[in-house]
C-alpha cells in the first residue's frame, strides 16, 4: 500500500506565499519523478511542476518564476513553494508520485488533493 499526502493548502491574497507539502508512505522501492498538478473548477488538470530524482525541475509557463518546486528524497517528501499568487493560481492542487513498490511495481500515485483559494 502506497499513500501521498499533501498539506499546506489554504486561503491567501494575491500576492502572498504558501508551502505546500506532500508525503509517499507505504511500501516503497524508489522515487522517480514528483509533481505537482492543479485543477481549477471547469477545466482540465495541468502540471504545475515536477522534479526527477535527479533534481531536474519542470514548470509550466504560467508559474515560472514564482513557484519553486523541491524534494526531499530521505523523507519521500516533495514541496511545492508558491509566491507571489494570483487568484488564477486558484485550485485544487495534486501531488503525484512515479514509483516502484517493494513488489517491482510501477506505478502513478496520487494524492487527494488541496484546496489553494487566492482572493483579489
Known amino acids: 500500500q502506497v499513500q501521498l499526502v499533501e498539506s499546506g493548502g489554504g486561503l491567501v491574497q494575491a500576492g502572498g506565499s504558501l508551502r505546500l507539502s506532500c508525503a509517499a508512505s507505504?511500501?516503497?522501492?524508489?522515487?522517480?519523478?514528483m509533481g505537482w498538478y492543479r485543477q481549477a473548477p471547469g477545466k482540465q488538470r495541468e502540471l504545475v511542476a515536477a522534479i526527477t530524482s535527479g533534481d531536474s525541475t519542470n514548470y509550466a509557463d504560467s508559474v515560472k518564476g514564482r513557484f519553486t518546486v523541491s524534494r526531499d528524497n530521505a523523507k519521500n517528501k516533495v514541496y511545492l513553494q508558491m509566491n507571489s499568487l494570483k487568484p488564477e493560481d486558484t485550485a485544487v492542487y495534486y501531488c503525484n508520485a512515479d514509483l516502484v513498490t517493494m513488489g517491482y511495481i510501477r506505478y502513478t500515485y496520487w494524492g487527494q488533493g488541496t484546496q489553494v483559494t487566492v482572493s483579489s
Open positions: 507505504g511500501s516503497i522501492s524508489r522515487i522517480n519523478a
